[in-house]
């Protein structure tokens, strides 16, 4: 039997408000469909603020449809379920909407403008209200992307343009930064200066949801671990946990 929305029986939970729902991050109770295919099979978590949690699974576990599904893009559609991010009611929202409100999320492929410059690329960023860091800080912090400030950002190398995705969503004011693979394609020792970025984000409180393929590598990182499977939760606890069962990891992830 196909699974759609009338014939699963998850959700019977009755739906959160704001007011009696206190994390900073929540989803509850998420379905969302490509078109007929119905993805986001009834996904709830919470994240606590400055909480960084690793969303892992397998391939097509509905991992990057869930990021999606919060940052509210086009497709996949949200049907049912709700979403908060600090008091804001998330599900109500149209994506330009949701991105004011505070939720980034950085894709796979990074989405480096071409035809722009590094600092065409942040000062784009810088557009949308309201701002967050300012180029200066950014530049202090991303000493790389400072003396490629002028250069095209699609000619960086890929470490780079992830550096400059990051910082891209650091120039908005951000509350909830989701990351899909931050590690993709990366060399290993690019993949540690990243490492290191992820943490000093992690150390300034942003709160974050990482997707990554490489979970022993991100669970180092997060303080929480949810997996994902066909679309569901079936696992959410510490990131230590997942760390140290290998019977979990070889059940759900692909190591
Ligand atoms: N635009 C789309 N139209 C239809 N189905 C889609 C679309 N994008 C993804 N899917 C399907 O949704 C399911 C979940 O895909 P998703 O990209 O969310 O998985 P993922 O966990 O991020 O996987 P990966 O680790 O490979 O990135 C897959 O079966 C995929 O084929
Ligand atoms: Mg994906």
Redesign the pocket.
């Known amino acids: 039997m196909i699974e759609t929305i009338e014939n699963q029986t998850s959700g019977k939970q009755e739906n959160p408000t704001a007011k009696n729902f206190p994390a900073f991050f929540s989803c509850w109770d998420i379905h969302a469909y490509?078109?007929e295919?119905y993805?986001v099979q009834g996904v709830s978590f919470d994240v606590r603020e400055g909480e960084v949690v690793a969303l892992l699974?397998?391939?097509?576990?509905?991992?990057?449809?869930?990021l999606r599904t919060i940052a509210r893009t086009a497709?996949?559609q949200l049907k049912r379920g709700e979403m908060w991010l600090d008091h804001q009611a998330l599900h109500e929202m149209p994506s330009h909407k949701a991105a004011q409100s505070g939720v980034a999320l950085v894709p796979?492929d990074r989405r480096i403008i071409p035809g722009l410059t590094v600092e065409e690329n942040l000062k784009l960023a810088q557009i949308a209200e309201p701002c967050g860091w300012a180029i200066e800080r950014i530049y202090e912090y991303f000493p790389r992307l400072a003396e490629r400030r002028t250069q095209e950002g699609i000619t960086l190398s890929g470490g780079e343009q992830q550096m400059l995705a990051f910082a891209r969503a650091l120039a908005r004011d951000i509350k909830l930064l989701m990351l899909d693979?931050p590690f993709e394609g990366l060399a290993p020792l690019i993949r540690n200066e990243i490492s290191k970025i992820v943490l000093d984000i992690k150390n300034l409180g942003i709160t974050t949801i990482i997707?990554e393929?490489d979970a022993m590598a991100v669970l180092k990182l997060a303080d929480r671990a949810i997996i994902?499977d066909m679309?569901k939760v079936v696992f959410n606890g510490a990131a230590e946990e997942v760390r140290t069962n290998k019977e979990l990891r070889e059940q759900y992830l692909a190591v």
């Open positions: 490509y078109g295919s993805i699974g397998r391939n097509g576990a509905g991992k990057t449809s869930t497709d996949p796979e693979e997707v393929q994902l679309g």
